[in-house]
């Protein structure tokens, strides 16, 4: 029997009231699976196992299990549910609009006869925004405006407009990487806009940094992500990057490449910020391109008391070049 193709796209859940809601893309519509423990009273040995998974959600790792083996948990009990929905149709040349717009069904899962069960929903729910935010006008002000039916999702990723928020993107012929905006990345976003915008006013461009070209934003005003320039990546980040038979030279190039983007952006006065292997891509010439101007901070990478900050930037510089040089996460930091 043919299995359709299933992503969970996102996942929520509050450990205080055993609640949990995944949203969920299959055969092009965007499905909200809502689940209670109230609603697996009936089956002892289902709530034990959903408990025990949002224990494992809350610590992200835990006895071997992660995430991952929840969602193949609740997918497995989706998919006879699944299989009898009609594909919704996409066009040839999907944008950000289209993947905003996705057909929407909400379900409950429900224990019935000792089996996860989907059962549908009736009765109204909440307005469901995969992401986007109002934004202030003038945090908006220094770049160009694109609405989110001008931005099609690349011809190389189209199976996947479905099953994923769009990563690669065209406008005006030109490849970009699409950063989607969440209501919670707010404050974060605003850090980033302030940074770009340092960045260009200081003539970095040249540098292999990201950089912001547009804001993807709707005709009420809603900003549903950024526009940077597209780094042929593969998404490998350092971290997958780096292997114990990474040879000396690539290592030394690369914390080489990551220092001299450091010390030209601090001449500038600016401040990388969450300073970490995983906001470090390798692309396919095998350089290194810092991202993420968001800001933060990474626990083991750059002590909070100097998060944001120029010293800051060097311990996490610091620890970067440690862990290049060994191969693995520095000591200080094994297990974070």
């Known amino acids: 029997m043919d299995q359709p193709r299933c992503v969970v796209n996102d996942f929520l859940w509050d450990i205080s009231d055993h609640s949990s809601e995944l949203t969920i893309l299959c055969k092009g519509k965007r499905i909200r699976v809502f689940i209670d423990v109230a609603y697996l009273e009936s089956s002892p040995s289902l709530k034990s196992q959903y408990l025990r998974y949002l224990e494992v959600a809350d610590a992200f790792k835990l006895d071997g299990l992660t995430i991952d083996d929840f969602y193949d948990w609740i997918l497995e009990a989706c998919l006879p549910e699944f299989r009898k929905l009609a594909p919704s149709e996409i066009g040839p040349r999907p944008t950000i609009a289209d993947h905003l717009s996705l057909d929407m069904l909400h379900y409950k899962m429900h224990a019935v006869a000792g089996n996860l069960t989907l059962v549908h929903c009736t009765d109204k729910r909440d307005e469901y925004i995969p992401f986007g935010s109002r934004f202030d006008e003038d945090a908006c002000s220094a770049w160009p405006i694109t609405a989110p039916e001008d931005v099609y999702i690349a011809k190389d990723t ?72 597209f780094i042929n990546a593969a998404a490998m980040t350092l971290s ?74 060097k311990q996490g510089l610091a620890r970067i070049q440690e862990y290049l040089k060994a191969g693995r996460r520095p000591r200080c930091i094994e297990g974070s």
Request: glycine content about 10%; hydrophobic content about 35%.
């Open 158 to 229: 189209t199976g996947d407009a479905l099953y994923q928020t769009p990563g690669k993107v065209i406008f005006d012929e030109k490849e970009y990487f699409f950063k989607p905006l969440h209501y919670s990345d707010r404050q974060q976003c605003k850090r980033e806009l302030k940074m770009y915008k340092e960045i260009k006013e200081a003539g970095l461009e040249s540098l292999r940094i990201s950089l912001l070209y547009s804001i993807v934003r709707g005709g009420d005003g809603t900003v549903y992500g950024l526009l940077l320039r």
């Open 240 to 313: 997958c990057a780096l292997k114990l038979s990474t040879p000396e030279h690539m290592r030394q190039r690369w914390a080489g490449q990551i220092t001299d983007v450091l010390n030209h952006l601090h001449h500038a006065g600016i401040v990388w910020g969450d300073v970490k292997p995983e906001n470090v891509l390798i692309d396919r010439e095998k350089n290194a391109w810092v991202i993420d101007f968001g800001g933060g901070y990474t626990e083991g990478w750059v002590e909070k008391d100097l998060a944001e900050t120029i010293e800051g930037d």
